[in-house]
């Protein structure tokens, strides 16, 4: 008889990204050069160190519907991140809390893409909304 003892995680084991059939996977290199990429998998935005990408993970939950795209600012202190309604969560990475900075909803249907200006202070989304596809 062989006795199973509890081991605590030494870290998070973080799913990859989910694919669809002819559906571009968008993802996010951290440019303060902390070596780390995101990505999203249904409502969540995982972030993933490049040295250690199995153990050194943190899921975040931010959006209520799915998550189709996560950038990081050039600063390297926020990420915006985006959902199949259209909403966009601009969130600080500074703080290990991933406290929200502001939420917009900049077009009525799924946001495929979003780009930051050099100064961390504009973006641009791209998606399929009802009446507008592009928004700065």
Known sequence: MSIVKNHVADGIFATLPRTSRG?????????AGKHKFL???????I?????????????????TTQATVAQWSPSGFYIASAD?????????????EHIN??????ISGI???IA????????????????????I
């Open 23 to 31: 559906v571009p996977i968008v993802l996010g290199g951290c440019p």
């Open 39 to 45: 990505y999203t998998n249904g409502n969540n935005v």
């Open 47 to 63: 972030m993933r160190d490049l040295a250690n990408p199995y153990m050194d993970a943190e899921i975040i939950t931010k959006h």
């Open 84 to 96: 199949t309604s259209g909403k966009v969560i601009i969130w600080d990475t500074t703080q290990k």
């Open 101 to 106: 900075k502001c939420e917009y909803q900049p």
């Open 111 to 113: 946001i495929k893409d």
């Open 116 to 135: 930051w200006d050099g100064e961390s202070k504009r973006m641009a989304v791209g998606g399929q909304g009802k009446e507008k596809y592009v928004a």
